[in-house]
């Protein structure tokens, strides 16, 4: 059974940093891209970061650009994201996802999700 588990959320005030891991077990994931995607109250899933199987290629959206690094450890089955100059709108759940059909920024596109870890933002 395939399984991801994210880990690394909690409380921090804005300008402060967070590392989160989503940890992968049940099959190999280092030959398939992974990604987060996060979900605020109210709101809907939104693509945050993607990452290609070999860690050469990163993909951000644009509000975390600059702020956010993703990257992996294969020998770990392991995918990071790394979170600085947090901001109050970054709150929300963070998810991890794995092995996309087809474009990596469309949930739809993923079978392979965790079950979340909350991020909150204090100003």
């Known amino acids: 059974q395939v399984q991801l588990v994210e880990s690394g959320g909690g409380l921090v005030q804005a300008g402060g940093s967070l590392r989160l891991s989503c940890a992968a077990s049940g099959r190999t994931f280092s030959s398939v891209a992974m990604s987060w995607f996060r979900q605020a109250p109210g709101k809907e899933r939104e693509f945050v970061a993607a990452?290609?199987?070999?860690?050469?290629?990163?993909y951000y959206a644009d509000s975390v650009k600059g702020r956010f690094t993703i990257s992996r450890d294969n020998a770990k089955n392991t995918v990071y994201l790394q979170m600085d100059s947090l901001k109050p709108e970054d709150t929300a759940v963070y998810y991890c996802?794995?092995?996309?059909?087809?474009?990596?920024?469309?949930?739809?596109?993923?079978?392979?999700w965790g079950q979340g870890t909350q991020v909150t933002v204090s100003l």
């Open positions: 996802a794995a092995d996309p059909r087809g474009a990596y920024y469309y949930q739809t596109e993923y079978d392979y």
């Open positions: 990452i290609n199987w070999s860690g050469s290629g990163t």
